[in-house]
């Protein structure tokens, strides 16, 4: 089992920035982000390979991107969220998640088998 520990959430206005941050206490394949709004089904945002090699591009959804940036450091587990030109829309409860080394998957965001208890982002104007 790995456990996932985020931290960086908090409030910020339309327009602001926020870094979301997520360490893995053992071996993934992939780590990246979910939100959940209020009343809404929860969504991938980003994710890319902590598996080996970096710099790997990650993969973004289309709501994010352009305004997100997912990077990593392999040797900490550690994998940031940088939030740029936050919109009201991106209020929400955000997960870290990933998915084992030996994990199978079909789509961009299924196969995520590890979670963390989530942290809160709100942008208010």
């Known amino acids: 089992q790995v456990h996932l520990v985020e931290s960086g959430g908090g409030s910020v206005q339309v327009g602001g920035s926020l870094r979301l941050s997520c360490t893995a206490s053992g071996d993934t394949s992939y780590m990246g982000w979910f939100r959940q709004a209020p009343g809404k089904a929860r969504e991938g945002v980003a994710h890319?390979?902590?598996?080996?090699?970096?710099?790997?591009?990650?993969f973004y959804a289309d709501s994010v991107e352009g305004r997100f940036t997912l990077s990593q450091d392999n040797l900490k587990r550690t994998v940031y969220l940088q939030m740029n030109s936050l919109y009201s829309e991106d209020t929400g409860m955000y997960y870290c998640?990933?998915?084992?080394?030996?994990?199978?998957?079909?789509?961009?965001?299924?196969?995520?088998?590890?979670w963390g208890q989530g942290t809160q982002v709100t942008v208010g104007s």
């Open positions: 890319i390979w902590t598996g080996g090699v970096v710099g790997m591009r990650p």
């Open positions: 998640a990933a998915r084992p080394p030996d994990g199978s998957w079909s789509g961009p965001f299924d196969g995520f088998t590890y």
